[in-house]
């Protein structure tokens, strides 16, 4: 039986599950998707996992939190005071909003909480503090040239 190796594109369909068992993504949707095994296109815990599978065989996965998105981290909720939002803004929890960072680089925030005079937003991946479950199933393995 065939085995996927290094440098093999394989087929995966997947689903990715916290710690409670809510499902937080996965292939439902866009159907299965093509990984190079050895291409740094997904967690290596993954790649290695694939590394050795067979078409049909299924394996879970787990991803630590620091090996994920991280833990989540109290400086990343930040107050804003309104005032320094743009006058027509109309800010919502849920809604997300990009800011600067001292080095010049972007962080998304997304709004949890809008008072009188700030909002809060967090500057957490959503997946931050989380465990992942990776449910893989190999479906198709295309060797390497």
Known sequence: MQKAKAGDTVIIEYRVRK??????????????QAIKIGGAEIF????????????????TVTIVT????????????????????????EPQPGMTLS???QDGSTVNLVITEVGE???TA???HPLAGEDLHFDLTLVEIKNAA
């Open 66 to 89: 620091d090996d994920a998105f991280g833990p989540r981290r109290k400086e990343m909720v930040i107050d804003i005071p309104r005032a320094n939002l743009p006058e027509d803004a």
């Open 122 to 124: 967090d500057g957490n």
């Open 99 to 101: 800011a600067q960072q």
């Open 44 to 59: 290596p815990q993954i790649e290695s996992a694939l590394d050795g599978m067979a078409v049909g065989e299924e394996q």
């Open 19 to 32: 710690d409670d068992d809510s499902i937080v993504g996965g292939t439902e949707q866009e159907g299965p």
């Open 117 to 119: 005079e700030k909002v």
